[in-house]
């Protein structure tokens, strides 16, 4: 598999991972979303909408969009758990679409970053693929834990490349209309 389909792959995998965990959070009972709790951020609601305005603003970053660090700065919480995965799944089409119009070239060009007081820093979209991967996986895996400390039980999130788990995954993929494989 080259490092293209790999990144389609994952934005996929962001999708399925996000709906399974939102699946969960939607179950909450009241009061246990934005309850406080010991992690980076002080509860589900927080992380969640941190997780989701990073990604808003790396989405901006890679399409070009020209917000810059206002596509942060000005990114609206969400109070409500269902509005909330609204939102997150529309970014996490929206990636789909942007790794799905990638050519093998991309990957390695270059795109601004507005990093505030330290300027504008070109970064390889590979790169920032790659970072936003990683940061939405890190901060899934603090909820995934919070949630162990509420009335529901955490999701499985580590079953979609494999074809072995595709039994597992199946229904969902089928669901939300990705295809593991691609």
């Known amino acids: 598999m080259d490092l293209l389909n790999h990144f389609r792959r994952m934005a996929r995998n962001n999708l399925w991972s ?11 009972k009241p009061g246990e979303f934005e309850a406080e709790r010991t992690s ?10 941190h ?11 890679l399409e070009e969009s ?13 109070d409500e758990a269902d509005a909330l995965f609204g939102a997150r799944t529309e970014a996490d089409r929206r990636l789909i679409a942007f790794c799905d119009r990638l050519s093998p070239d991309d990957i390695e060009r270059r795109v601004l970053t507005d990093r505030r007081e330290d300027g504008m820093i070109p970064e390889r979209i590979g790169d920032l693929l790659a970072h936003l991967f990683i940061h939405d996986i890190h901060h899934r895996g603090q909820v995934h834990a919070m949630l162990s400390g509420t009335s529901v039980k955490p999701p499985q999130l580590d079953e979609f490349f494999l074809d072995y788990d595709l039994k597992l995954r199946k229904a969902e993929v089928e669901r939300l209309a990705i295809e593991g494989d691609n």
């Open 40 to 49: 980076f951020f002080p509860s589900i609601k927080a992380t969640l909408n």
């Open 51 to 61: 997780i989701l305005a990073v990604d808003h603003l790396y989405l901006d970053f």
């Open 18 to 28: 996000n709906d399974r965990l939102y699946g969960a959070v939607l179950q909450l």
């Open 66 to 78: 020209g917000l810059g660090a206002a596509a942060y700065d000005e990114f609206l919480l969400f």
